[in-house]
C-alpha cells in the first residue's frame, strides 16, 4: 500500500543514505514476512534512539557512553549504527589526543564483532568513514582491516572523491604494503576521477600524500591526480600546496605533471603569499627546497655513474 511504501521510505532513509540499501535489520524481516506498518514504524524508532544516543555521546566528547550506548542498544545494532559508532568514537578520541590509550584500545576490541558482522552492509560512505576511523585510532588488527579492505574495494565505484581519498589516506595512514590488493583498484578509480574533475582540490592533496608516504610509483596517479592538482592550483590552500609538493618530492619517478604543477603552485603562492601565515609560507618554501633539494642529488648520482657505466661497456 502507498501508506506501506512511504513509511518503509522513512525507515529505510539514514540507511540508505549512508549504507546505500536497506539495513539488515530490515531486510532480513522483509525477506521472511511481512512488516505492518506499525512494525516498520517501531524498527526505524529503535534505529533512530540508537543514532540519538551515540550523537549525544559523541557531542558530549564521551568515548567511552559511545561504547556504552552500543551496549545498551545492542539488539537494534545495524550497519549503519556501528558505522556511526566506530567513527564518532576516533573522532572524538582524536580531538582529545587519546588515540594511544587503553580506552582506545579496548573500544578497537569492543567494535571488532560488530564491526565484522555488519561488513557487508557497508555501503561507500560507511565503509569509507570506518576505514578512517580504524585508521585514525591506528587499528593493528590485520584480519578486520583486510575485511574492511576488501569491502572498500567493492564499494570504490560508488565511492564519491573524499570517500575514495579517505581510503588512500586510511591505507597510508596505517602504512599498507605496496602490494596491498586494494590499491590497484583504487590507483585506476582515482586516475578516473581526476580525469573527470571528480576531485576537490583537497582530496587531491590528500591522494597524492597518501601515495608519496606508501612509497607507491603509481604513475596514473602521480601523472593524471597531478595534472588536475596544477590546474586547480589557485585553489589549493597553504597545507596543500605543501602536501603535493611534498609528494613530488617524494616521487623518484619522472613525472610530466611535476614541472607544471611546480610552476602552478608557485603562481598561486606567489599572488598569495602577503595573506599567508608566516608557517604556512615556510612550509611552502621548506616544500620547494626539499624537492630541489632531491633533484639535484639525483642529477649528481646519475653522474656519478655515468662514468662507471661507460667502463663497464653499459649504455
Known amino acids: 500500500s502507498s501508506q506501506f511504501g512511504s513509511s518503509l521510505k522513512m525507515a529505510c532513509l539514514r540507511c540508505l543514505a549512508s549504507a546505500g540499501r536497506p539495513c539488515t535489520l530490515l531486510r532480513r524481516r522483509t525477506a521472511t514476512e511481512a512488516i505492518a506498518p506499525g512494525q516498520v514504524a517501531r524498527l526505524a524508532g529503535s534505529s533512530r534512539d540508537v543514532q540519538d544516543a551515540l550523537l549525544r555521546a559523541a557531542a558530549a566528547g564521551d568515548a567511552a557512553g559511545i561504547l556504552g550506548a552500543m551496549r545498551s542498544q545492542a539488539a537494534n545494532l545495524d550497519a549503519v549504527a556501528v558505522a556511526t559508532a566506530v567513527h564518532r568514537f576516533a573522532k572524538v578520541l582524536r580531538a582529545q589526543r587519546r588515540i594511544h590509550t587503553p580506552l582506545c584500545r579496548e573500544g578497537l576490541l569492543e567494535l571488532r564483532e560488530p564491526l565484522l558482522r555488519s561488513v557487508g552492509d557497508f555501503g561507500p560512505r560507511a565503509i569509507a568513514n570506518v576505514m578512517w576511523a580504524l585508521a585514525t585510532a591506528r587499528c593493528e588488527d590485520e584480519n578486520l582491516l583486510a575485511a574492511m579492505s576488501s569491502r572498500a574495494v567493492e564499494q570504490m565505484t560508488a565511492m564519491r572523491g573524499k570517500h575514495l581519498s579517505n581510503v588512500a589516506w586510511s591505507l597510508a595512514t596505517l602504512r599498507s604494503a605496496p602490494d596491498d590488493p586494494a590499491l590497484q583498484p583504487l590507483s585506476a578509480e582515482l586516475a578516473r576521477r581526476a580525469a573527470d574533475g571528480a576531485l576537490t582540490p583537497q582530496s587531491m592533496a590528500n591522494v597524492l600524500w597518501s601515495y608519496a608516504t606508501l612509497r607507491v610509483e603509481e604513475a596514473q596517479v602521480f601523472d593524471v591526480v597531478g595534472a588536475a592538482a596544477a590546474a586547480a592550483a589557485s585553489s589549493l590552500n597553504a597545507q596543500d600546496m605543501s602536501n603535493v609538493l611534498w609528494a613530488f618530492a617524494m616521487h623518484a619517478s619522472f613525472s610530466p605533471a611535476r614541472a607544471p604543477l ?54
Open 262 to 315: 611546480h610552476a602552478a603552485v608557485a603562481a598561486s603562492a606567489r599572488l598569495r603569499a602577503a595573506s599567508l601565515p608566516p608557517q604556512d609560507l615556510a612550509s611552502i618554501a621548506w616544500a620547494f627546497a626539499e624537492a630541489e633539494f632531491r633533484r639535484s642529488a639525483l642529477l649528481q648520482r646519475l653522474r656519478s655513474e655515468r662514468p662507471a657505466r661507460s667502463r663497464t661497456g653499459k649504455k
